[in-house]
C-alpha cells in the first residue's frame, strides 16, 4: 500500500542522546515535512524539503536537522535529546512544495525524553 | 502566528446531527485546507478550498469560504460515530507552508 512509513512509532529516549526518526515515502512526492504535534499547539512545522537535496527551515527548527539525499527518504535527527522534545512527531509529503497541493501523513512517532 | 484558529476547540453531538466548525485566519489565502485525525493517527486531508470559491460540497462535508470576514467553516452533515476525530483548518503562510490551527475535537455521542 502505497503511503508514508514512519519508524520507530513510538520510544522513550534519556536527555541528552541521539535519536533519528525515519520517514519514507513510496509516492514520488517531491515536497516532504517534518511535525511535531503538542498538546493545545497544533502542529508546527519543523523542517521541510521541497526537492531532494535541499531542505529548508521551518517553525520550530532548533535542536532538529534533516537531510534529504533522495526522493524516499527525509530523516529527522535530535542531535541531543531535551525533554521539552517530548511530543508526536509527524512525517508529511505532497507531490510538490506548490500551495494548492495537499499533504499526506504518517501515522507518527510519540517520543519521550526523559 | 498567522494560523488558522478552529472554534469551538470541542464539540460533542448525538449522531444523527449536524456538527459545525469554524476557522478563522488572519492574513490573505490562495486556499484554504481542512484535515481529519483520528485518535492515534496521521492527518487525512478532506477538502481544499480555494480563494476564489464560496462553498465546496464532498459527500456529507460542506466548507464555506468568507474572504471578507476571513473565516471558513465545516459542516458534517448526519453525523455517524466515525466522524469522531479532530479537524483542523490549514492556510499556506510564509514560505509557501502550510500552517495548520489548534483543531476542533469533535465527539459524536451514540
Known amino acids: 500500500i502505497a503511503g508514508i512509513t514512519q519508524a520507530p512509532t513510538s520510544q522513550i529516549l534519556a536527555a541528552g542522546r541521539r535519536m533519528t526518526l525515519r520517514c519514507t515515502q513510496d509516492?514520488?512526492?517531491?515536497?516532504m515535512y517534518w511535525y511535531r504535534q503538542d498538546l493545545g499547539l497544533g502542529l508546527r512545522l519543523i523542517h521541510y524539503?521541497?526537492?531532494?537535496?535541499?531542505?529548508g527551515k521551518g517553525e520550530v527548527p532548533d535542536g532538529y536537522s534533516v537531510s534529504r539525499a533522495n526522493t524516499d527518504d527525509f530523516p529527522l535527527t535530535l542531535a541531543s535529546a531535551v525533554p521539552s522534545q517530548t511530543s508526536v512527531y509527524f512525517c508529511?509529503?505532497?507531490?510538490?512544495?506548490?500551495?494548492?497541493?495537499?499533504?499526506?501523513f504518517g501515522a507518527g512517532t510519540r517520543l519521550s525524553v526523559l | 502566528s498567522q494560523q488558522g484558529e478552529e472554534d469551538p476547540q470541542a464539540l460533542s453531538i448525538q449522531e444523527g446531527e449536524n456538527a459545525t466548525m469554524n476557522c478563522s485566519y488572519k492574513?490573505?489565502?490562495?486556499?484554504l485546507q481542512w484535515y481529519r485525525q483520528n485518535s492515534g493517527r496521521g492527518l487525512v486531508h478532506l477538502i481544499l478550498?480555494?480563494?476564489?470559491?464560496r462553498e465546496k460540497h464532498s459527500g456529507r462535508l460542506r466548507v464555506t469560504l468568507d474572504t471578507s470576514k476571513k473565516s471558513s467553516s465545516l459542516l458534517i452533515t448526519a453525523s455517524r460515530a466515525a466522524d469522531t476525530a479532530s479537524y483542523f483548518c490549514?492556510?499556506?503562510?510564509?514560505?509557501?507552508?502550510?500552517?495548520f490551527g489548534q483543531g476542533t475535537r469533535l465527539t459524536i455521542n451514540p
Open positions: 508529511a509529503s505532497s507531490p510538490t512544495s506548490l500551495p494548492f497541493d495537499i499533504q499526506y
Open positions: 509516492m514520488r512526492h517531491n515536497a
Open positions: 524539503s521541497n526537492t531532494a537535496g535541499t531542505t
Open positions: 492574513t490573505s489565502i490562495n486556499n
Open positions: 478550498i480555494r480563494s476564489n470559491e
Open positions: 490549514a492556510i499556506i503562510q510564509g514560505a509557501q507552508k502550510l500552517v
